[in-house]
């Protein structure tokens, strides 16, 4: 069964970066598309970006200038990075599988980390 | 913000049938991209419930459906359980946006 587990520092400083780690447990993180997806408090969802384990990557238009997604192949983790942080920042960060199997939608999710970006 | 609307809150009691719409336009829905449900109980990560515009994963009941047609989607939960109270989201990818978009979210009470 796969399972994915978000790591990270909880509280961030405005104007630094927010770096987050998801570590794939029981399966291979090759072969699927994986995402990085949050949701602020009290609010819906928004997909940050993802990559696909040949190389490529996509991210969302509205954060793309801030946003690096990278993998780790041998730890099997991908990571974020998100620069430039404000509070419009906080949130329930999740990381997600999208399976061609299931039309790219996102069957497996961690059950997602809290970031606070305050002083 | 969303591309995807739907509408804030359904409510209905217990057995009885409710549906949550799913509105895109021509960049997405409309341009033939696959529609996905996910449902969202409080303080947890969401939940696959329908992918491909109307296929569940194992272990999704056949009382939750998913239909899609022409800009639109919709979620059909039938013999509503006090269970179903969650959030739930639309979801699908934007061909203007290069990258995959939710839905606004709707709350369902029972």
């Known amino acids: 069964q796969v399972q994915l587990q978000e790591s990270g520092p909880g509280l961030v400083k405005p104007s630094e970066t927010l770096s987050l780690t998801c570590t794939v447990s029981?399966?291979?993180?090759?072969?699927?598309?994986w995402s990085w997806i949050r949701q602020p408090p009290g609010k819906g969802l928004e997909w940050i970006g993802d990559?696909?384990?040949?190389?490529?990557?996509n991210y969302s238009p509205s954060l793309k200038s801030r946003v690096t997604i990278s993998v780790d192949p041998s730890k099997n983790q991908f990571s974020l990075k998100l620069n430039s942080v404000t509070a419009a920042d906080t949130a329930v960060y999740y990381c997600?599988?999208?399976?061609?199997?299931?039309?790219?939608?996102?069957?497996?999710w961690g059950q997602g980390t809290m970031v606070t970006v305050s002083s | 913000q969303s591309v995807l609307t739907q509408p804030p809150s359904v409510s209905g009691a217990p057995g009885q049938r409710v549906t949550i719409s799913c509105t895109g336009s021509?960049?997405?829905?409309?341009?033939?991209?696959?529609v996905h449900w996910y449902q969202q109980l409080p303080g947890t990560a969401p939940k696959l419930l329908i992918y491909?515009?109307?296929n569940r994963p194992s272990g999704v009941p056949d009382r939750l459906s998913g239909s899609k047609s022409g800009t639109s989607a919709s979620l059909a939960i039938t013999g509503l359980q006090a269970e179903d109270e969650a959030d739930y989201y639309c979801?699908?990818?934007?061909?203007?946006?290069?990258?995959?978009?939710f839905g606004t979210g709707t709350k369902v009470t029972v």
């Open positions: 997600a599988r999208a399976a061609i199997a299931v039309a790219t939608a996102f069957d497996i």
């Open positions: 029981g399966g291979s993180i090759s072969s699927y598309y």
């Open positions: 990559f696909y384990y040949s190389g490529s990557t």
């Open positions: 021509s960049s997405n829905i409309g341009a033939g991209y696959d």
């Open positions: 491909g515009n109307s």
């Open positions: 979801q699908s990818y934007d061909s203007r946006l290069s990258g995959y978009v």
